[in-house]
């Protein structure tokens, strides 16, 4: 069955970088986009980005554009994403979902989700 | 970018009633649209896909219309378990964007 199975919790402190994992099984992997979303606390959703599991191409939501990273590594099916320069509008919730197309629709197969807590 | 404009951001109904849900894009979208469901603690859970196809395993009384910039989400008969937050999200072009997220609660 599809899992994307995120790496933990994280609590950094203002102006670091967080990197983010994303591991995916029960299917191929090159096969689907990866996306990127987060909810901050009591907050809606944001779409951050995504990228192409074939080649590492990306596109990143302006908000974000020079403080995310997103990478892949197929050897172990994992997607990443680092964001940096962190701040406490940061604290979020962050989760990965693929999309079998560039510009399909968010499917119904998401991470768990990765608190990361941005706090001195 | 496109803005997604979701009206109304909360709602109070009773189980049984008929709710809608808009959205409205800031410009054309086509068909591009799903619509989400949210509980608390939980991922997402996409009910309509291309602004009308239901979702596999999702009940009948969820509907989606609309195209262009204007969509609606109706739940026909509110059942104990729709009591959630619902988002509408356009993925014409990026930035994908959300609307601000509807909480239908229960009256």
């Known amino acids: 069955q599809v899992q994307l199975v995120q790496s933990g919790a994280e609590v950094k402190k203002p102006g670091a970088s967080v990197k983010v994992s994303c591991k995916a099984s029960?299917?191929?992997?090159?096969?689907?986009?990866m996306h990127w979303v987060r909810q901050a606390p009591g907050q809606g959703l944001e779409w951050m980005g995504i990228i192409n599991p074939i080649g590492g191409s990306t596109n990143y939501a302006p908000k974000f554009q020079g403080r995310v990273t997103m990478t892949r590594d197929t050897s172990t099916s994992t997607v990443y994403m680092e964001l940096s320069s962190l701040r406490s509008e940061d604290t979020a919730v962050y989760y990965c979902?693929?999309?079998?197309?560039?510009?399909?629709?968010?499917?119904?197969?998401w991470g768990q989700g990765t608190l990361v807590t941005v706090s001195s | 970018d496109i803005q997604m404009t979701q009206s109304p951001s909360s709602l109070s109904a009773s189980v049984g009633d008929r709710v809608t849900i808009t959205c409205r894009a800031s410009?054309?979208?086509?068909?591009?649209l799903g619509w989400y469901q949210q509980k608390p603690g939980k991922a997402p859970k996409r009910l309509i896909y291309v602004a009308s196809s239901l979702q596999s395993g999702v009940p009948s009384r969820f509907s989606g219309s609309g195209s262009g910039t204007e969509f609606t989400l109706t739940v026909s008969s509110l059942q104990p378990e729709d009591f959630a937050t619902y988002y509408c999200?356009?993925?014409?072009?990026?930035?994908?964007?959300f609307g601000q997220g509807t909480k239908l609660e229960i009256k």
């Open positions: 979902v693929r999309t079998r197309g560039a510009y399909d629709s968010l499917e119904d197969y």
């Open positions: 029960g299917y191929t992997f090159t096969g689907y986009y």
């Open positions: 410009q054309g979208i086509r068909n591009d």
């Open positions: 999200l356009q993925h014409n072009s990026y930035p994908y964007s």
